[in-house]
């Protein structure tokens, strides 16, 4: 918790006014073909841009206006209620997702979020229920990063920090099926 956070029982709660994020160790998701990222929030008013998880690198790119901006990235943007995945720099140059979650502001949710590049999809899971599916993935897990992992925080400095209380947060070598996720 570089920037603090505080602990209420299991979960840790992160203020957006204090830039509060859980930075994760480097290659946390290194030899993994595929994930499933399963995770139990409740989030405040989201902001614009923000993300509940980035895992990937950062450097600063003229196409992003000099700013530090992310590449070989996943991530979660719970204000569109997408998840996406991108082997290009900056990364929103080539992002393969799906959304469909919608706003996720005010809400507690289980969110789960499928990566599966070998199969050739991603899935987006709320309480339990899939919301979307996109069945074009051709990104691999190998092109991923993964030297800077955050929860709460962007891998775009401008994006903003969010309110958000975390309940559990997992990550699984390999991907979890609907029966496993429900």
Do not use: K
Request: charged share 15%; net charge negative.
């Amino acid at each position: 918790l570089p920037n603090d956070g505080t602990f209420v029982g299991f979960e840790v709660i992160l203020a957006a006014a204090n830039s509060q994020y859980v930075q994760l160790p480097s290659g946390i998701l290194s030899n993994y073909p595929a994930i499933t990222i399963d995770t139990w929030v409740e989030f405040g008013t989201l902001p614009g841009a923000c993300f509940l998880y980035g895992f990937g690198d950062t450097d600063t790119n003229v196409l992003s206006g000099g700013q530090p901006s992310g590449y070989n990235y996943i991530f979660c943007q719970p204000r569109d209620g997408r998840i996406a995945m991108s082997d290009a720099d900056p990364g929103w140059q080539h992002e393969e997702g799906t959304g469909g979650a919608g706003d996720l502001s005010s809400r507690y949710v289980h969110l789960t979020s499928v990566y599966n590049p070998p199969e050739g999809y991603v899935e987006l899971y709320t309480n339990g229920v899939l919301v979307s599916r996109n069945s074009a993935i051709t990104i691999p897990m190998s092109s991923i990063t993964n030297v800077l992992n955050y929860i709460g925080r962007s891998l775009y400095d401008a994006d903003s920090y969010m309110d958000v209380a975390v309940d559990e947060f997992r990550i699984w070598n390999g991907a979890l099926n609907p029966l496993e996720v429900a």
